[in-house]
Each structure stands twice: as structure tokens, then as C-alpha cells.
């Protein structure tokens, strides 16, 4: 009795494994409903009217933000023009700051022409390599060529070192300082250097140009600093 039971057990474990691995399975597709989808026999007569008046205030918006922004460059503009042209023309009429200036570039103009005198001794110096050649005509061309090369290999890297400057000079004010802060920087310290020149001159004996150039740098540095500190902290 117990065997005809495990049996049948047996039997009946065995047919459903072969059921579990030989039964089929079919795919019902079943369609999902989307949210939030309009009915099409829906009447969308207040739904346009509504997109309607929001395109209306939308474009009304724009043109109101539009005209305000042009007004704001042309007010900051007019501002801007205003403020440059007073202080050209007080620095006109200022003696000490033209005074500054005329010394500010006589002394690059000297120091200029003593690095150029350097530069024409030592091409002169090395040229002497040809007293040594018998024949002058070829002593003669080889003197010049070698002042010539000198020369021009000093002018050509002093061009390429003043242009490597400039662009990096160029790169920091458009990376760092482009915008309206820089230019009210350079309007308030040139209109201070003007019209307090002899104030500063008196308790600072500074050259006024040499000042100028002296703050813009110091504000560079200072915006390279803040926006390198930013950057590192995630800020911007």
C-alpha cells in the first residue's frame, strides 16, 4: 500500500515537471494607458484659448524685456561715453598726469634705445671674428651679415616675447575681468589719478601712468585669484 502511494507520488511529480518544461508560453500584448493623454473627441476649444493668451503675454513679455535691455545698454553706453570723454578731457588739462605720461614713455623710449645700443655693440663685438678674413670684400659681408643676424634675431624675439605677453595679457581680461566692473574700475581710477594728481602726488611720489598700470594689475591678480577660488570649490 505504502510503495502504490510513492508511486503515484513519483508519477505524479514527474508529469509535473514535464508540464513546467514543456508548457508554452504566450505574450498577451496589453496597452498601456499614457497619462496624461487628451481624448481625441475631446473639444480643445479652451485649451487653445488658454495656449493662445499664453503665447500673447509670453511675446509681450519678450518685447517688454527686449525694449528695457536696449534701454539699459544705451543708458550704460551713453553713461560710459559721458564719463570717458570728461576725464580726457580733464586729463588734457591736468599738467602733472600729461607731465607723467611724457616721462612715462621717455623712459621706455631710453631704456629702449640702451638695450638697442647693447645689442648693436655686442653684433658689432662678435663681428670682429672677421678682421681675421684676408680678402676685405668678404670680411666686409660677413661683418654685416653677422650684425644683421643679431639685430634681427633680437627684434624678432623681443616681437615674439611682447606678442606671447600681449595675448596672455588679452586672454586674462577676457577670461577673468570682461565685463562691467573692469571697465568702472578703469573709469574710477583714472578719473582719481586725474583730478586728485596733486594730492597723490604729495603724499606718494609716484609716476601717475606707472600708478595706473600698477592698479589694473593688482586688480587682475586679484579677480584671477577670486575666480580660481571658485572654480575650486565648485561655485561656478
Not at 551713453?78 to 564719463?83: A, D, P, T, V
Not at 606707472?210 to 584671477?224: C, D, E, H, S
Amino acid at each position: 500500500m505504502i510503495e502504490e502511494c510513492r508511486d503515484k507520488q513519483r508519477q505524479a511529480e514527474q508529469e509535473r515537471d514535464y508540464a513546467l518544461s514543456h508548457q508554452k508560453k504566450v505574450e498577451i500584448p496589453v496597452e498601456k494607458p499614457v497619462l496624461y493623454q487628451k481624448c481625441g473627441n475631446c473639444k480643445q476649444t479652451a485649451y487653445l484659448k488658454v495656449k493662445e493668451k499664453y503665447d500673447m503675454q509670453r511675446e509681450k513679455l519678450a518685447g517688454r524685456y527686449k525694449t528695457k535691455t536696449a534701454m539699459y545698454e544705451a543708458l550704460m553706453f551713453l553713461l560710459i561715453w559721458y564719463s570717458v570723454s570728461t576725464t580726457l578731457f580733464q586729463m588734457i588739462r591736468s599738467k602733472i598726469f600729461i607731465s607723467d605720461c611724457v616721462v612715462f614713455f621717455d623712459t621706455i623710449a631710453t631704456f629702449t634705445q640702451t638695450i638697442a645700443g647693447w645689442v648693436v655693440l655686442a653684433g658689432k663685438n662678435v663681428a670682429q671674428i672677421s678682421d681675421g678674413i684676408s680678402n676685405p670684400v668678404v670680411a666686409g659681408i660677413i661683418n654685416w651679415l653677422i650684425r644683421i643676424l643679431i639685430c634681427g634675431g633680437c627684434l624678432v624675439g623681443v616681437g615674439i616675447l611682447l606678442a606671447f605677453i600681449e595675448i596672455k595679457i588679452a586672454g586674462l581680461y577676457k577670461k577673468y575681468c570682461w565685463d562691467m566692473i573692469t571697465i568702472m574700475v578703469i573709469l574710477v581710477s583714472m578719473a582719481i589719478a586725474i583730478y586728485f594728481g596733486d594730492w597723490i602726488k604729495e603724499v606718494l611720489p609716484i609716476n601717475l601712468l606707472f600708478l595706473l598700470l600698477f592698479v589694473q594689475l593688482v586688480y587682475v591678480g586679484i579677480r584671477w585669484y577670486v575666480k580660481g577660488w571658485r572654480e575650486n570649490r565648485g561655485y561656478v
